[in-house]
């Protein structure tokens, strides 16, 4: 906008050459006095119409995890008792947790409360959570400034978690990505450990399950690794030489890292932790001084092809320049503004920057986060751990419990002999409930059929659990079932299902790449869910052959033996 009082536009009382007219000239001193009064006063009210319109927050919705509230001070006990079990509601959409907008009204209006009506209404809140057995942490305070008449008021932005009872802490999973010697598993030893690495790979020998992964430096397999927060926020980790069972048990939230290897040999291992083991969100690591390198845009690619919610992390900042980090930083954005990822990059500088990621990066699929850190420094390290904390499950109670009420359906991603124990399996259970002690069909095996088995015990993140719910991993001991007629691919579901086995599937298909053209007897690897096995193309609909960026519906047939497939 241009303002015409500055762009040479002409007065009314002067003339083109800016001489004064003869009228202006005989003006009394009483007339000039009377008409700066009216100017003062038009211009008062001009500024007072214009003043800025005060911010908004999107309208509260009945379902979710988020709760606004104008104010909560000396509430009558009726009132007291139908906040306490509005906020059991709130805790309950959000799986034992809830975030309350103290300040707000109900079609998201930011109007502020003065310094003693927030300490009421905290205070209120945290008798409140107390009630429901649940901890408060303030997040943030923030003035709203939109009206210069009236005196400072704040807005409170606080989560409540709720105490976990019978081990059912809420339970993230997050698929670590990123090239070769980008600093993942370095920077996951640091987040779990508590202690900051020495600069030459210290904090991730922890982490690694063989001997050449400790040569090398470099991840070939799959590892869990687990941060837990407690019901007030604090990290809980293994820095007070707390067991993984202590971990658990100290924990209202845990974070379950899937740390995927980054050497394109491995490339089939980590789509398969991609695929298998159903992660929330994807973490990609970028080294600052390498930049996007190496298998980088591939992993971003898979993730995106998957539909996993992606945040980044730029390490390695001590070892490099401000300007080296920008400039990282500008190739990222740059990667992720392009019509193929459509996504919107929102770097994280500061505390306040963190909340609003964790939030809005659960709302859309399209923000981006980016955390510029150091593994060695522990800079901007806490910024990734509030941002963590705060970050909200991707499924509400409902979805949840429709899972529940399904039959049950336990994917077998890990097999061990455990001695004393038996035959054990790792997975995640995809739908229905598992308790001790109950009875399921395992299969398909190379014959097409489906064996009866029981489950012995359950384990999560290394604790005892009496019952496993849709959507968590676990391990379930097997007893003495004979461990060769397992492999990794198969299904333990309930006999009432009557499972199906298929030896040919159709499937619509995006050659992202290929370095020849694809078409009737191809030979390919396919990734669906946790099952992993080549197959043959037995027809492209419509097409003779496909060449890289076209789509088809495509006929496959397993090679080996059947596999159990469940349709979209």
């Known amino acids: ?80 008792e139908h906040l306490a079990t509005q906020l059991k509601w709130r805790l309950q959409e959000g799986r034992g947790e809830a975030v309350y907008q103290i300040g ?24 409140m959570a107390e009630k429901v057995g649940a901890d408060i942490t303030l997040l943030r305070e923030r003035e709203v400034d939109y009206d210069l008449d009236r005196n400072t008021r704040k807005i409170a932005e606080v989560l409540v978690r709720k105490v976990p009872d019978d081990q059912q802490f809420l339970d993230l999973r997050v698929a670590v990505l990123g090239n070769v010697d980008s600093g993942k598993s370095t920077l996951l030893g640091v987040l779990t450990q508590g202690e900051l ?22 991840t070939s397999s799959i590892s869990f690794e687990i941060l837990g927060f407690n019901s007030k926020g604090e990290v809980v980790n293994y820095s007070e030489s707390r067991t993984a069972e202590e971990i658990c048990e100290s924990s209202s939230k845990m974070i379950t ?7 394109h040999k491995y490339l089939k291992t980590t789509i398969f932790g991609l695929t298998s083991y159903c992660p929330d969100f994807a973490m990609l690591v970028v080294s600052a001084n390498t930049g996007i390198a190496g298998t980088t845009r591939e992993h971003l690619g898979l993730a995106m092809a998957l539909k996993v919610p992606i945040f980044i992390v730029v390490s390695k900042v001590d070892l490099c320049s401000r ?5 990282t930083v500008r190739q990222l954005e740059r990667v992720l503004k392009q019509p193929g990822c459509n996504k919107v990059p929102m770097v994280v500088s500061n505390p306040d920057d963190a909340v609003t990621a964790a939030q809005q990066f659960a709302q859309s699929a399209c923000i981006t986060p980016i955390f510029t850190l150091s593994s060695v420094s522990g ?11 705060i970050l909200p499950p991707l499924s509400n109670s409902k979805e949840q419990e429709e899972l529940m009420q399904q039959l049950t359906e336990f994917q077998v991603d890990e097999i061990y002999s455990v001695p004393d ?71 333990m579901v309930s006999p009432k299902m009557n499972p199906t086995i298929c030896c040919q599937f159709e499937a619509a298909i995006v050659l992202l790449f290929h370095a020849k053209t694809f078409r009737r007897g191809s030979q390919v690897t ?11 193309v037995e027809c492209l609909h419509g097409k003779d052959e496909l060449r890289t960026g076209e789509r088809a519906v495509v006929r496959f047939r397993f090679i080996k033996h059947p596999e159990y497939l469940a349709t979209d």
């Not at 300007?323 to 400039?327: A, F, K, L, M, Q």
């Not at 009866?452 to 993140?461: H, M």
């Open 1 to 80: 906008m241009v303002d015409l009082t500055e762009s040479g536009a002409v007065s009314p009382g002067h003339g083109r050459h800016g001489q004064s007219s003869g009228s202006c000239k005989k003006t009394s001193k009483k007339s000039r006095t009377r008409r700066s009064k009216r100017g003062r006063r038009r211009r008062s009210k001009k500024n007072r119409n214009n003043k800025t319109p005060p911010p908004y927050l999107p309208p509260e919705a009945e379902e979710g995890n988020i709760e606004y509230k104008l104010k909560l001070v000396n509430p009558t006990q009726y009132r007291f």
């Open 104 to 127: 707000v009204e109900d079609n998201g209006l930011l109007v502020g409360l003065t310094e003693s009506d927030m300490k009421a209404s905290l205070k209120t809140l945290k008798r």
């Open 197 to 218: 690495d020495n600069g030459r790979g210290r904090a991730r020998l922890n982490l690694f399950r063989h001997l050449h992964e400790i040569q090398t430096g470099r």
């Open 257 to 263: 890292f899937i740390d995927l290897a980054g050497h």
């Open 323 to 327: 300007g080296t980090v920008e400039r």
């Open 379 to 389: 800079e901007s390290l806490d910024l990734l751990k509030v941002f963590l904390n």
């Open 421 to 491: 124990v038996g035959t054990v399996v790792g997975g995640t259970l995809y739908s229905g409930v598992c308790r001790e002690g109950e009875r399921l069909v395992v299969g398909p095996t190379d014959e097409g059929r489906f064996l009866r088995l029981k489950v012995g015990s359950i384990q999560r993140n290394r604790s005892a659990c009496r019952v496993l719910r849709a959507g968590q991993a676990a391990t379930l001991a097997l007893g003495n079932f004979d461990r060769s007629l397992l492999r990794k691919g198969m299904v």
């Open 526 to 536: 396919v990734h669906v869910g946790n099952v992993r096995q080549t197959a043959t």
